[in-house]
C-alpha cells in the first residue's frame, strides 16, 4: 500500500524550509527554498506566490525533499539545480567546474571592451572550467578563443555552455596545462584567466560551500595563490610581441599581485575595481 504524505500547500511548505535552513545557517533561506520549489515545480518563482495555497502532490512533495535534504548538507545552490544566470546566461554547473560568481563579469566586461580594440585578435582563456567567460565574450565578441584546462570533465561541461548559448563555433575547448605546456603566447594578442588564487594556508576559513564542494584545484595552487600570476607574466615576458593580459584577483590580493606585474617589467598596467570598490581585474600589456 502507497503511503500518502502529509498534505502541504506551497506557502506552509516555503514556511518550514525556511526555517530548517535558517537554523542551518544558510544565507537568503527563503530565496534558497523558493529556488528549489520553483524548480521542482518547473515555474517561476512569481507563480508560486500566485498559486501559494495550491496543495502539493506527492511526487512534487518527495522531489523537493530530496533537493532540500542535499542543501541542508551545505551543497551549493547551484549544484542542486544544475545552472547558475551569469552575464545574462544560463550556464550549466555540476562538482566537476567551479560556480560562476557575479563579480568574474567584470573580467568580461574588460575582456570585451579590449577585444573590441583590435582586429579579431587571438584570443586564450587559461583555466576555462564551466566556459562561462569564454562563452560570454564570444557572444559578444568578433573574435576566435582558445579555451583551455586541464580537466577533462570542465570541458565536456564548457563544450555544452558553448551549445547551449549558440557559440561553440568561435571556441576551441583544449586540454593543456599552463604551468607545462606553454614556452610563450606568441600564438596570441589578449590572455584572459580566472586562475586559482586561494593560498593553501586560507583553505580551512572557506564556507563548507566551497571547501567541501567545488573542485579545489580550482580554488587554490596548493601554495601562495601567486602560482599562476607568476606563470602567466613570465610567459608574456617570454612574448615577441606585444600581448594584453586580462586577470582576476581575489579579494586584499591588489598589492601582491601589482609587485609580480612591476618585477616583470609592466610599466603599462591597470586594476579595476568592482561594484563593492574592490579591486577585482588586472589589465597589463607587455609591450
Same mark, same amino acid.
Given at each position: 500500500?502507497?503511503?500518502? #504524505?502529509?498534505?502541504?500547500?506551497? *506557502? ?9 535552513? /535558517?537554523?542551518k ?7 534558497? $527554498? ?18 501559494f495555497? +495550491? ?11 530530496e533537493? !532540500? ?25 555540476? %562538482?566537476?567546474?567551479?560556480?560562476p /560568481?557575479q563579480?568574474?563579469?567584470? #573580467?568580461?566586461?574588460?575582456? &570585451? =571592451? ?15 572550467? @564551466?566556459?562561462? !567567460?569564454?562563452? $560570454?565574450? $564570444?557572444? +559578444?565578441?568578433?573574435?576566435?578563443i ?8 570542465? #570541458? ?11 557559440? @561553440? ?8 596545462? &599552463? ?14 584567466s ?16 566551497l571547501k567541501?564542494?567545488?573542485p579545489l584545484?580550482? *580554488? ?13 607574466? =613570465? *610567459?608574456?615576458?617570454?612574448? @615577441?610581441? %606585444?600581448?594584453? &593580459? ?6 586584499? +590580493?591588489?598589492?601582491c599581485? =601589482?609587485?609580480?606585474? /612591476? ?25
Open positions: 500500500m502507497t503511503q500518502t #504524505l502529509k498534505s502541504w500547500s506551497i *506557502l506552509e511548505i516555503l514556511k518550514v524550509t525556511e526555517a530548517a535552513f /535558517r537554523e545557517g544558510i544565507e537568503n533561506p527563503r530565496l534558497n $527554498a523558493e529556488a528549489l520549489l520553483a524548480d521542482t515545480l518547473n515555474t517561476e518563482r512569481i507563480n508560486l506566490y500566485l498559486d495555497e +495550491k496543495p502539493l502532490k506527492d511526487s512534487e512533495i518527495s522531489a523537493y525533499r533537493k !532540500i535534504k542535499r542543501r541542508l548538507k551545505h551543497e551549493p545552490l547551484q549544484y542542486i539545480r544544475g545552472f547558475v544566470e551569469f552575464y545574462g546566461m544560463r550556464i550549466k554547473v555540476n %562538482p566537476s567546474v567551479l560556480i /560568481r563579480e568574474t563579469e567584470l #573580467l568580461v566586461e574588460k575582456s &570585451i =571592451e579590449i577585444i573590441a580594440q583590435q582586429n579579431n585578435p587571438r584570443v586564450l582563456e587559461i583555466g576555462t572550467g @564551466s566556459g562561462c !567567460i569564454a562563452t $560570454a565574450v $564570444a557572444l +559578444k565578441s568578433d573574435c576566435m582558445d579555451a583551455i584546462d586541464i580537466n577533462n570533465d570542465a #570541458l565536456e561541461t564548457a563544450k555544452e555552455n558553448a551549445e547551449i548559448n549558440s557559440v @561553440s563555433g568561435k571556441i576551441n575547448f583544449i586540454n593543456r596545462n &599552463i604551468l607545462a605546456d606553454f614556452t610563450d603566447f606568441n600564438e596570441y594578442d589578449i590572455v584572459i580566472n586562475p586559482p588564487y586561494i593560498a593553501a594556508s586560507e583553505i580551512d576559513s572557506l564556507q563548507e560551500e567541501g564542494f567545488e584545484r580550482a *580554488l587554490t595552487d596548493n601554495a601562495d595563490g601567486l602560482t599562476f600570476y607568476r606563470k602567466i607574466f =613570465e *610567459l608574456a615576458c617570454n612574448t @615577441s610581441h %606585444p600581448v594584453t &593580459i586580462l586577470m582576476e584577483i581575489g579579494d586584499g +590580493k591588489k598589492d599581485v =601589482e609587485d609580480l606585474v /612591476r618585477k616583470g617589467g609592466f610599466e603599462n598596467y591597470l586594476f579595476h575595481k568592482d561594484m563593492i570598490n574592490i579591486y577585482r581585474v588586472l589589465r597589463a600589456t607587455k609591450t
